[in-house]
C-alpha cells in the first residue's frame, strides 16, 4: 500500500509491487509480470472474465452505404456485426460516418452509447451534443457509434438475455467471477474494433473509444484489456470508472452493486463497505492504458461520481506513463472548470455543469487527439 498527501490519507494498492515481493523497475518486468497480474485482478475481484474473446463465427455485413451526406461532407456506413456462439447468435449494429475531404485511412472516434438510440440517429434528423457527429467529421475523423443493449440488455434477468445467453455454459453455474454486463459492453466494442481493422477508411491504429458514466466504466475495461486501441476516453465514469474507490465520495461498492447487480462479477459484492480489502483501486486500471492515450474528464455538479476522485485516479496511473519514459498528467494540482490539462499523454478537464457528455467535452477530445494521434 503507498500513501502521500495526495490521496488524502487513501491507502492505495502498490502500482509497482508483484505478487510475489517483486518491485517492477522497467517496462519488460511492468509488460510481462505486473501488468497481467493487475488484469487478473480486475476479472477475478470486479469485472468478470468473457469465456471468449474473437468468436470463431463472426461476419460483417454491410447492411447501407450512402455517400455525400452531411451537406456533401460523409459518407455513412451502416454495418451489422454478426457473431454465433453455442446458444443462438447476436447483432451489433455499427453507424459509421467518414469525413469525405480527407485522405484515407483516417482516425476514428468509436462512442459506446449508453442512452435513447436517438443520440446516434443514422439519418441525422435527431441531433445530439451526445454524438456530434457533424462536429466530428469537421475536425477529419471519423464518427463511429454502437448502442449497448446490441450487447446486452441494461437489465438484470439472470444473465439469460444478449451475449452471456449466447456464450455462457448452460451445464454448469455461473462462477462468482464471471462476466458481468459492463464486461460484455466492452466485449462488444472489440468486436466493432474487429470490424474497423478492415475498413480500408479507417486508420486502425488510430481508433480511440469513449463513453459517458457506465459507458465510461465500459471503455476503460476494454482499453485496458484491448491495445488496439490507441486512445481510451472516460467521461464522468464515476464509481468502478475513473474513480478511486477508497475514500470515494458520492456512490460507492455497495450502491452500485445494489443498484446494479448486473454490472460486475459476483465476487465484487464481497467489498461492499470494504473498500480497503479490495486488492486493487481504479488507478490501477488506468495504469493499464499506459503508454498509450488515457483522457478523464469530470464535471463540478457530478457529486456522485466525485471529480476529485476521478482527478486523483490520473495521479496515481501517472507513474507507468513514466516507466515507460512518458509525460503523464504532469501535475497534483486540480484544474479549475474549463482549464484542460493537456501536457502529457494523460489529458483531464473538470467542465462546468452536470453529469452529461456534451459538445465541449468533445471539443477538448478531439483538441487531445489532434495533439498527440
Known sequence: ????????????????????????????????KRRPEILELFRRHVYGRAPIQRPEKLMFETEEVKENIMEGNATLKKINIVFEGPYGEGKIGLILFVPTHVKKPVPCFLLICNRSKENMDKTREVKSDFWPAEYIISRGYAAAVFHVSDVDPDEHDGFKNGVHGIFDSRETPRSSDAWGTISAWAW????????LETDSDIHAGKVAVIGHSRGGKTALWCGAQDERFSMVVSNNSGCTGAALSRGKKGETISDINRLFPHWFCENYKIYAHRENDLPVDQHMLLALIAPRLLYVASATQDDWADPQSEFLS?????????????KGLETTQMPEPESPVHKGKIGYHLRTGEHDLTWYDWKCYLDFADKNL
Not at 462488444?188 to 470490424?195: E, P
Not at 490520473?314 to 506513463?321: G, Q, R
Open 1 to 32: 500500500m503507498t500513501e502521500d498527501s495526495m490521496t488524502g490519507g487513501r491507502l492505495l494498492p502498490d502500482l509497482f509491487l508483484c505478487k510475489d515481493g517483486e518491485k517492477v523497475t522497467n517496462v519488460e518486468q511492468w509488460e510481462k
Open 188 to 195: 462488444g466494442a472489440s468486436r466493432v474494433m474487429d470490424y
Open 314 to 326: 490520473c495521479v496515481h496511473a501517472e507513474p507507468i506513463y513514466h516507466l515507460y519514459g512518458l
